[in-house]
């Protein structure tokens, strides 16, 4: 089936796990120290965070990777408890449809911080 | 199964075929966790709009993050992706091949999850530690 990760697409989809795997885990304790950090500052420090290079940086891979890597996961999990052809394909292109959507909602918000737009 | 369910492969995680062990748990904790982190972080992709909005958002956002709700809310997002990321640190570990034995997965999964516990523990006491100080 398209877009199932099954036959000659298992092999990419094992390689951008482990590879989206690897980013996830370095960024997620500079995440987590930079949010935990900047919530306390209020506002204004949430702003001043993510308008810095490092925090744009890190919100924007760890969206990126993280929508990425989490879309995979999902489809492996519509691929194990979906049963017919169509109702698979169906969940499969709505979750890829809905981490574009809110991919390009978070990016741009980054964006529109980061470069005061 | 569920009715009409015409697949006639054993349903993943398989606990109709595998006696239960740590290393099963592990795997269907590793679901669940992936199906919060992905729920998560289309709801942080929300609140990102709603900052990038104003300070109004962020002051709703941030009460709700300090309310006894959003700090279970947080403990839960945190335990689901520090154990995600470790699970996927020990998938690659695994991947060279070492640590896949009975004894060592199952002790790797018990240790693994402790290890998640105690890491979000931590960063919620942070959370709830920072009320006072940071709020406003």
């Given at each position: 089936?398209?877009?199932?990760?099954?036959g000659?697409?298992?092999?990419?989809?094992?390689?951008?796990?482990?590879?989206?795997?690897?980013?996830?885990?370095?960024?997620?304790?500079?995440l987590?120290?930079?949010?935990?950090?900047?919530l306390?500052?209020?506002?204004?420090?949430?702003?001043?965070?993510?308008g810095?290079?490092?925090?744009?940086?890190?919100?924007?891979?760890?969206?990126?990777?993280?929508?990425f890597?989490?879309r995979t996961s999902?489809?492996?999990?519509?691929?194990?408890?979906?049963?017919?052809e169509?109702?698979?394909?169906?969940f499969?292109?709505?979750?890829t449809?809905?981490?574009l959507?809110?991919?390009?909602?978070?990016?741009?918000?980054?964006?529109?911080?980061?470069l005061?737009? | 199964?569920?009715?009409?369910?015409?697949?006639?492969?054993?349903?993943?995680?398989?606990?109709?075929?595998?006696?239960?062990?740590?290393?099963?748990?592990?795997?269907?904790?590793?679901?669940?966790a992936a199906?919060?982190?992905?729920?998560?972080?289309?709801?942080?992709?929300?609140?990102l709009?709603?900052?990038?909005?104003?300070?109004a958002?962020?002051?709703a956002?941030k009460?709700?993050?300090?309310?006894?709700?959003?700090?279970?809310?947080?403990?839960?997002?945190?335990?689901?992706?520090?154990?995600n990321s470790?699970?996927?640190?020990?998938?690659?570990?695994?991947?060279?091949?070492?640590?896949?034995g009975?004894?060592?997965?199952?002790?790797?999964?018990?240790?693994?999850l402790?290890?998640?516990?105690?890491?979000?523990?931590?960063?919620?006491?942070c959370?709830?530690?920072?009320?006072?100080?940071?709020?406003?």
């Amino acid at each position: 089936m398209s877009g199932s990760n099954a036959g000659k697409h298992a092999t990419h989809h094992f390689k951008h796990h482990k590879l989206s795997s690897i980013l996830l885990a370095l960024t997620v304790p500079f995440l987590l120290c930079g949010l935990m950090g900047a919530l306390q500052t209020g506002y204004q420090g949430f702003i001043d965070w993510i308008g810095s290079p490092f925090g744009a940086l890190v919100l924007l891979v760890f969206i990126t990777v993280g929508i990425f890597h989490s879309r995979t996961s999902m489809s492996e999990l519509i691929l194990d408890y979906t049963s017919s052809e169509a109702s698979c394909a169906f969940f499969l292109r709505l979750s890829t449809l809905a981490c574009l959507v809110f991919w390009l909602v978070g990016t741009l918000a980054i964006l529109k911080i980061w470069l005061g737009a | 199964m569920a009715k009409g369910w015409s697949d006639k492969r054993p349903m993943s995680p398989h606990m109709s075929v595998w006696k239960w062990h740590a290393a099963m748990r592990a795997s269907i904790l590793h679901r669940a966790a992936a199906v919060t982190v992905y729920i998560a972080l289309l709801v942080i992709c929300v609140w990102l709009a709603i900052f990038a909005v104003g300070e109004a958002g962020f002051e709703a956002v941030k009460a709700l993050v300090y309310s006894p709700l959003g700090a279970i809310s947080f403990f839960v997002f945190s335990l689901a992706l520090v154990y995600n990321s470790l699970i996927d640190v020990r998938h690659l570990f695994w991947d060279t091949g070492k640590g896949m034995g009975q004894k060592a997965a199952n002790l790797s999964s018990t240790l693994l999850l402790v290890l998640a516990i105690a890491i979000a523990v931590v960063l919620t006491g942070c959370l709830v530690c920072s009320l006072g100080g940071g709020s406003s």
